[in-house]
């Protein structure tokens, strides 16, 4: 079994991307919260028949796409904390900031942006 590469950061730079990711997590989590509170409201006006009281369908037109877009969103946001899960796990396994496909190091300047990553942008402009 290949040893994956090591990071090319020192441990106060790692320590200073995992401050990153986990204030990324806090707004995630947060952005989690509302939605689920949102999907959680809707379902609630909603009659026996399924369908929601007139008043919610004046104030948010169309419900069903409405619930549709929240739960989609609640998705995606779900989606995105376990992305920064994992990157955390490679700060901690000593691999973060490595390309997986051609195994150079990250810019810095692309880990502040997108702290999850885990593809250089010159292999990410190749995948098209």
């Given at each position: 079994m290949e040893t994956p590469p090591k990071s090319p950061y020192s441990p106060e730079e790692l320590?200073?991307?995992?401050?990153?990711?986990?204030?990324?997590?806090?707004?995630?989590?947060?952005?989690?919260?509302?939605?689920e509170e949102q999907i959680r409201d809707?379902?609630?006006?909603?009659?026996?028949e399924g369908r929601l009281a007139p008043s919610m369908e004046e104030i948010t037109g169309n419900p069903d796409s409405d619930l549709e877009q929240a739960y989609l969103l609640h998705d995606r946001e779900v989606k995105f904390l376990r992305y920064l899960e994992r990157a955390l796990l490679r700060i901690q396994e000593g691999t973060y900031g490595v390309c997986r496909q051609c195994g150079r190091p990250i810019?810095?300047?692309r880990l502040e942006i997108v702290p999850h990553t885990t593809i250089c942008i010159e292999c990410k402009r190749k995948q098209g």
């Open positions: 320590e200073y991307f995992r401050q990153i990711i986990l204030e990324k997590m806090r707004q995630v989590q947060a952005d989690i919260q509302y939605l809707n379902l609630e006006n909603r009659n026996g810019p810095k300047e």
